[in-house]
């Protein structure tokens, strides 16, 4: 069992991180917590931010109650703000946001306006997941990280197709025509930027009507909504966006089959069907067996949709074909070939890192 209490080489890891965002001393820091944040983190952003000079200021709210019996999970869409105009307001004047939210800001309904900013001032908002500390210890950001992943978002920028294969039979076709290209490694150091930690990976949104194909999952490929790795092969027949039929016979395949259900019945529609996000995990420190080593409440799963090379394809809300669901799926898939036009920048579950190095 992990223990959750401030450690000194934690406070160091938070410094590092921070130190990373541009922390100055001086700077207006909010740390933006709810009833059911892991408190071990805030204390711990507390500390570092100190340290650092800042000015910190916790905003502590209440977890809102749940709107309908099915648990929300893995969004990213923190509900904790409630639209209410006064945090709302705070956390635009901040220079720096800790997001130590459950959920994490990062779809937040509320967070365009917090990242306008006010006057001149555009905060930096870092999302830390919600994770045991010696997990966010290990994947704090590596130097090379922030231009890998950014040449990898330029290459996906300027591709028209991506094509995503497997040994098992994956066959995916993303037309990226208008689809729009994101990409976190782990911190946040520019006016108006947003990321979380841990990070590095490269994704697009892609448009509506752009996704067809196959996907099979393999045993050990991973359901991050359910933090689980699956046992049983699940392949999900994707039409016009849509997954239109779930193979497979083992708990896996069913329990995805309940979850996307649950949502379709009580939303009254099928986008928790549809493609969210596809894009593929850039850090070297974050490991796909990270689950074996933690009890479920100890991680988040954020660590599995940044490994390196993996395939990340997720179901679920989408601003930018203009569907909008609450059930989310975020699946990383090991061994995939991951081809943008005719260059393969992921061979066989591996990144072509010779790509990605910055050119002198
Ligand atoms: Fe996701």
């Keep these: 069992m992990l223990i959750e209490r401030i450690e000194h080489k934690w406070i160091e890891s938070f410094c590092e991180t921070f130190h990373q965002c541009q922390v100055q001393p001086g700077e207006t820091a ?13 204390e711990l952003a507390r500390l ?22 099915i648990p929300v999970r893995s969004t990213g869409a923190s509900d904790a703000i409630q639209g209410l105009d006064a945090v709302i307001q705070a956390l635009a004047h901040a220079q720096f946001i800790a997001d130590c939210t459950v959920e994490g800001l990062l779809h937040a309904p509320e967070l365009p306006k917090i990242m306008k900013g006010v006057g001149e001032n555009r905060p930096r908002l870092l999302m830390i997941s919600n994770e045991h500390p010696e997990i966010l210890e290990r994947t704090v950001a590596a130097k090379g ?3 890998q992943v950014r040449l990898a978002m330029k290459m996906v920028k300027s591709s028209r197709h991506m094509h995503v294969s497997s040994p098992h039979g994956t066959d995916l076709r993303i037309d990226l025509a208008q689809a729009v290209v994101g990409g976190v490694w782990g911190y946040a150091n520019k006016p108006g930027m947003v990321s979380h930690w841990p990070g590095g990976l490269a994704l697009a949104f892609p ?17 991050l909504t359910f933090k689980s790795y699956l046992n049983t092969a699940v392949v999900l027949h994707i039409e016009n966006d849509s997954v239109v039929d779930i193979e497979g016979s083992g708990t896996d395949a069913q329990m995805m089959r309940s ?102």
């Design 207 to 223: 448009a509506a009507g752009c996704v067809n194909g196959r996907i099979v999952m393999a045993p050990g490929d991973v359901n």
């Design 48 to 69: 570092a931010l100190e340290r650092l000079g800042a000015h910190v200021v916790e905003l502590n709210l209440t977890t809102p109650p749940i709107k309908n019996a």
């Design 259 to 360: 979850y996307w259900k649950a949502w379709e019945d009580l939303e009254g529609h099928r986008a928790c069907y549809a493609t969210s996000h596809v894009g593929f995990g850039l850090n070297p420190a974050a490991r796909w067996d990270a689950m074996a080593f933690y009890d479920k409440r100890d991680c988040n799963g954020t660590e599995l949709r940044a490994f390196a090379g993996n395939f990340l394809y997720s179901t679920g809300a989408n601003e930018v074909a203009g569907r909008h669901t609450l059930g989310h799926f975020d699946l990383p898939m090991r061994g995939c070939t991951i081809t943008l036009d005719s260059t393969a920048v992921v061979q066989g579950g591996e990144v072509c890192w010779d790509l990605l190095e910055p050119k002198p």
């Design 145 to 147: 990280t922030e231009g």
């Design 30 to 42: 909010i740390i933006l917590s709810e009833t059911q944040s892991r408190r071990v983190n805030v």
